[in-house]
């Protein structure tokens, strides 16, 4: 699978670890999260286009470089891809936000679309779509339908961990999409948690149970 991307920086690695730990308390759990999400921005962000334009020094002119190229756009799934905004804006504080909201249909089980709000470029925008967890992969195919119906055409899925169930679904529904990975896990478990995961990721970030 030439498009998935499993980070192994020690640094990523060593706050997976205390994001994973059940005694993680919500104020550190989101911190974590913030920082695994700016570090994995950080990475994600190695091909971004330059251009070179003059500039003064102290000392004379210069050229040097900025970003170029296509704007970028956040998109969360709701409700705990919005853990991981703020640690990318600490990086990209110019990009946009969107949002996709998802709800479990009881009787297919399927993720149904309640909430869609997506910058109004989106079509030229390089888009990462974010959620924690990428378990049985329904969110992110059906969030990622939402985007595409939408013009989206530029899309790079980031999660912190990852069942390789959930990886097979989305590279098998979006091939085009570049998929970002902290931990690729063991499974899926009977009630859809990812083994050995790290629980629920929403009610660890919002303090919900
Ligand atoms: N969603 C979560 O928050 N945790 C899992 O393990 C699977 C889905």
């Known amino acids: 699978m030439s498009n998935v991307h499993v980070f192994d920086h020690p640094l990523i690695q060593h706050k997976l670890t205390y994001i994973r730990d059940v005694n993680t308390g919500t104020k550190e759990f989101r911190e974590l999260v913030d920082e695994v999400a700016t570090l994995m921005a950080y990475e994600i962000t190695r091909d971004l286009q330059l251009q070179e334009i003059e500039i003064e020094t102290p000392i004379g002119p210069a050229k040097s470089n900025v970003i170029a190229g296509k704007k970028l ?26 949002h996709v909201g998802l709800y479990r249909d009881p009787e297919t089980l399927k993720p149904v679309e309640y909430y869609v709000k997506l910058p109004n470029d989106v079509a030229e925008r390089r888009l990462i779509v974010v959620d924690p967890m990428l378990a049985t992969g329904g969110s992110a195919v059906e969030a990622i339908n939402s985007i595409k119906k939408r013009g989206a055409k530029n899309i790079t899925f980031m ?9 097979e679904v989305l590279t098998e529904a979006h091939p085009d999409v570049d998929v970002y990975i902290a931990a690729m896990d063991e499974k899926l478990n009977e009630e859809g948690y990812i083994v050995p995961g790290l629980g629920d990721a929403g009610d660890r970030l919002f303090g919900t149970k």
Do not use: N, Q, S, Y
Request: with cysteine; proline share 9%; net charge negative.
């Open 73 to 98: 756009g956040i998109i969360p799934i709701l409700r705990a891809g919005l853990g991981m905004v703020e640690g990318i804006l600490e990086l990209i504080p110019a990009a946009r936000v969107g």
């Open 159 to 167: 999660c912190l961990v990852a069942a390789p169930e959930g990886v």
